[in-house]
């Protein structure tokens, strides 16, 4: 319970550390959504950790771009423990998106609906590029989900 909070405070804080409490409570969304997934891991640290540690082919770019996972700015790092202990407390803006990423860049994947939420979009659907097709898997918390706090 302690690591799962850690992972989800500490991926708060390098994924959207200036980003308001409700926008960076979306990114935990996303990461909450996906542990209620069938598409991805059960526990908060294995979707952060997802894909591993090879430079840039993880999930969430901070657990593997090679720079220090430690939290600098105490402010940041303050906030991300709030909203992380909080997380609940604030809607899911997203409607259950399992992706997102940063307003300035653009993705392959990026599919053409999203929500814009301070500076991240957040998607219901993506473009899979190995299909050419649009993947649209809508977040429903499943039987998986209901076993989980």
């Not at 992380?84 to 940063?102: I, K, N």
Request: hydrophobic share 35%; proline share 5%.
């Amino acid at each position: 319970m302690i690591e799962a909070f850690f992972c989800l405070a500490t991926t708060l804080y390098f994924e959207a550390r200036g980003e308001e409490p409700e926008a960076m409570a979306a990114v935990g969304h996303v990461i909450m959504n996906r542990v209620y997934s069938d598409m991805f891991p059960d526990t908060v640290c294995d979707v952060v950790r997802q894909g591993g540690e090879k430079k840039y082919q993880c999930q969430f770019t901070w657990y593997c771009d090679g720079l220090s996972d430690n939290p600098k700015d105490n402010e940041g790092w303050s906030k991300a423990l709030s909203v992380a202990a909080t997380l609940y407390a604030y809607p899911d803006q997203t409607d259950g998106a399992l992706w997102y990423h940063a307003e300035y860049v653009q993705p392959e994947w990026a599919g053409p609906v999203y929500y814009q939420i301070g500076t991240h979009k957040f998607y219901n659907a993506i473009y899979d590029p190995r299909n050419y097709g649009l993947r649209k898997e809508k977040q429903e918390v499943s039987e998986k989900g209901k076993s989980k706090n």
